[in-house]
């Protein structure tokens, strides 16, 4: 007999991001990266953005602070590059072959916030 209990349906975390700007962080990520603007608090200082079931939110804080930093697994890995360089994203790494085995480009954002992109 299984004496686990069976765990209630929990949804996707959502990464709050510390930004200089919230305004403009989301202005970029939407022009930048596709994503759709959905809410400003007012004070300007927490908002987020949102594409597809995908969300984050952006929290103002005053530099120096740590950038943050998030793994993204994009089922059509070269479709996802040509899309953000098209809309002009900052590609620091280009798209390649990792030594793990695992194809991956790596996106910053204007505050240093990183998203490395991977399909294997």
Do not use: C
Not at 19 to 35: C, I, K, N, T
């Amino acid at each position: 007999m299984n004496t686990k209990q069976s765990l209630t349906s929990i949804g996707q975390p959502v990464p709050e991001l510390p930004v200089e700007d919230v305004e403009r962080s989301q202005q970029h990520y939407r022009d930048a990266l596709g994503f759709e603007i959905a809410w400003l608090y007012p004070g300007k200082t927490i908002g987020a953005v949102s594409r597809g079931e995908v969300a984050i939110f952006f929290r103002k804080r005053t530099q120096p602070f740590e950038p943050a930093v998030h793994w993204v697994f994009a089922e059509d890995i070269d479709a996802t590059y040509q899309e953000l360089q098209s809309l002009g994203a900052n590609i620091v790494q280009p798209l390649e072959l990792m030594p793990s085995g695992l194809r991956q480009f790596t996106v910053e954002d204007l505050d240093g916030n990183r998203f490395y992109f991977h399909h294997d």
